[in-house]
Structure formats: C-alpha cells, structure tokens
C-alpha cells in the first residue's frame, strides 16, 4: 500500500523527527531539533518508501535500523552504539504507544490496522497514538534533561570539544 504525502507530512515527518530527538535524548545525544531536521526528512523518506513497497513488508523495520544508525552516524549525532540504543529505545517507545494507546483505540472503533490505515485520517490519528510516548520522551529530554542510557553522552562531548577547537 502507497503512503500518501499527506500521511507522511502529517504523521510519518513529526514521529520521525521526535523519535530522532526523544531517542538521541535518552541515550546521552542530546541535540537540538533543528539539528534533527534534515536526518528526520532523509529517514522520512526511507520510512516511507520501504513502507509502500510491499515485498519489504517486515523488512522495514531492519532497513529503518540500519538507516537510523548510518544517518546518526553520518550526521555525527552519536557514535555506533549510541544510534543502536537509540534505535531500540525509538521502537520500544512506539511500541509502547502501539499497545498501550492504538490497541485500544482500534477495539473501540472494531477496526483492524489494515481497515483503519485505509482512511488517510484515521492513519494520520494512528500515527500520532503512536508518538504519545515520543513526545513524552521529548519533553523529558528537553525539560527535564532525562537520560535513561548515557552510552552516547562521551562520545557527544568528545565532538563538541574538538567542534570548539
């Protein structure tokens, strides 16, 4: 199934870019937004390429891990490690969202995912029940300085000395 451009403006861009800010956040990478911008439209895209193609049904999500770390590494947000936990925790807090607050919603409705996601809004809405916890997690990182897994915070220290050299 194609993803729309309104899906993808909508719903796909704003939980990419709070999942690369939350996750980084959590694992000691804490960056500004703007800084996640361009690696949030680049993995966007592969989001929503790899979804609308249908033989990669499953394989997104190995093709979303390797492209989140190599984008994190690319664009020097965090160091290896630091993009695989980032990429563990940015899936369990979807997850999260997914069981706790989509499961939910759906029964109520008495929709299956492949129903729902039939409906541009209603995937748009399936979207965002999925970034709750990214959001939160953002906050936290942005409010509350939180860092659940500090594996990143020296390797983003090392940067920023050598940067201020």
């Not at 990419?16 to 000691?28: D, E, I, R, W």
């Amino acid at each position: 199934m194609a993803t729309s451009v309104l899906v993808t403006v909508t719903a796909i861009l704003p939980q990419t870019l709070f999942l690369l800010y939350a996750s980084l956040g959590l694992v000691g990478a804490k960056t500004s937004l703007r800084r996640v911008i361009v690696p949030g439209l680049i993995l966007t895209a592969v989001v929503a390429v790899t979804r609308s193609i249908a033989l990669l049904f499953g394989w997104h999500i190995v093709i979303f891990l390797f492209s989140y770390v190599g984008i994190v590494r690319a664009f020097r947000l965090a160091s290896i490690l630091g993009g695989l936990a980032g990429a563990s925790l940015s899936f369990i807090l979807v997850v999260l969202g997914d069981v706790l607050l989509l499961a939910p919603f759906l029964a109520i409705l008495g929709l299956n995912y492949d129903e729902a996601v039939k409906s541009v809004w209603l995937h748009v809405t399936i979207g965002w029940l999925e970034s709750v916890f990214l959001i939160l997690a953002a906050l936290l990182v942005k409010w509350k300085s939180l860092v659940l897994l500090p594996i990143a915070a020296r390797h983003v220290m090392n940067h920023r000395r050598r940067e201020s050299l």
